[in-house]
């Protein structure tokens, strides 16, 4: 359960990363160390910026997977 302060359902997260990871319906932003994808969007700029504005809200960094499996900044 989030504490009064938190505004996600799962704090425990909030120290983690934003990945953007193709998915089967588009492009998932997907916070490191999730089970699931937190939003899926059609284009994988879509997904990039929504991804920087959560990590833009919790200053962490932005990882985005490329067809290699490496990870761009």
Known sequence: MPSKKSTSARPELMDHAQHVVKHDEGWAVQT??????????????????????????????????????????
């Not at 999730?34 to 929504?50: N, P």
């Not at 990590?55 to 490496?70: N, P």
């Open 32 to 73: 490191e160390k999730a089970k699931r994808a937190s939003e899926v969007k059609d284009t994988k700029q879509e997904a990039i910026d929504r991804a920087k504005d959560i990590s833009t809200k919790k200053a962490h960094l932005l990882s985005s997977t490329v067809k290699t499996g490496r990870f761009r900044m």
